[in-house]
């Protein structure tokens, strides 16, 4: 299976600390994303990092990427309560980069 | 508008019922998707329409029938389902950039559905 797998399963922290997700995957990629989950609804997508693309910001998130070792992160600075979901990885891939595959995810909790 | 719209937002079926999700997007995207989630699990890919045309089918049972009436619309024929196909079954979009790797996919709120 091409699934990545994400680290930690959950993560609890306070407010105004940083952040971080892991994720790792097993095949070449087009791209990989980060998107968000809040109480089992729509997923929200965060950001996209092109296979070519080592590092990426977008206001308090940054995302590397390391092909060579298959692994991603993500980075959430000064995190607030709001920031409390599920956070998943995705890989994109096929014959048109469509085909999206996710991983196990990780549970935020932010405590105010 | 951002928005990918699903309804109904919550259906509760039997076995033996047959019943149909639906998705709508206005942002001109041309590749749509169904995706299953099962609680405290990634989605999962089932199907991907690109231009209207059925692209990628997850070897999903045939109890599950898609249908692309036109690029705004996406419809997912349920029959004869089983209490394990209980699940949240999300919708998303994109504009389907046929491969130039930078397709961002916009996600409905989705539907939860319950087989009885």
């Known amino acids: 299976s091409q699934q990545g797998e994400e680290d930690p399963q959950a993560l609890s922290i306070q407010e105004g600390e940083n952040a971080t997700m892991n994720c790792s995957y097993k095949?070449?990629?087009?791209?990989l994303q980060w998107y968000r989950q809040n109480s089992g609804r729509g997923l929200v997508h965060l950001i996209l990092?092109?296979?070519?693309?080592r590092e990426k910001h977008s206001g308090r998130l940054r995302v590397t990427l390391d092909t060579s070792k298959k692994s991603s992160s993500l980075l959430i600075t000064a995190s607030r309560a709001a920031d409390t979901a599920s956070y998943f990885c995705?890989?994109?891939?096929?014959?048109?980069?469509?085909?999206?595959?996710f991983g196990a995810g990780t549970i935020l909790r932010v405590k105010s | 508008d951002t928005e990918v719209t699903q309804t109904p937002k919550h259906l509760v079926m039997g076995m033996t019922n047959k019943k149909s999700l639906k998705c709508e997007q206005h942002?001109?995207?041309?590749?749509m998707y169904w995706y299953k989630q099962k609680a405290k699990k990634p989605p999962e890919l089932m199907f991907v329409?690109?231009?209207?045309?059925?692209?990628i089918n997850e070897s999903v049972p045939s109890r599950f029938s898609p249908e692309c009436p036109n690029s705004s619309l996406l419809n997912l024929h349920l029959h004869a389902l089983q209490p394990e196909d209980s699940a949240l079954y999300l919708c998303?979009?994109?504009?389907?950039?046929?491969?130039?790797?930078?397709?961002?996919?916009?996600f409905g709120p989705g539907t939860r559905l319950t087989v009885l």
């Open positions: 329409y690109s231009y209207e045309k059925l692209s």
């Open positions: 942002m001109g995207h041309r590749a």
């Open positions: 990092i092109r296979s070519n693309e």
């Open positions: 995705a890989t994109a891939w096929g014959i048109y980069g469509n085909k999206l595959v």
């Open positions: 998303a979009s994109s504009q389907d950039h046929r491969g130039a790797g930078t397709d961002t996919q916009y």
């Open positions: 095949t070449s990629i087009n791209n």
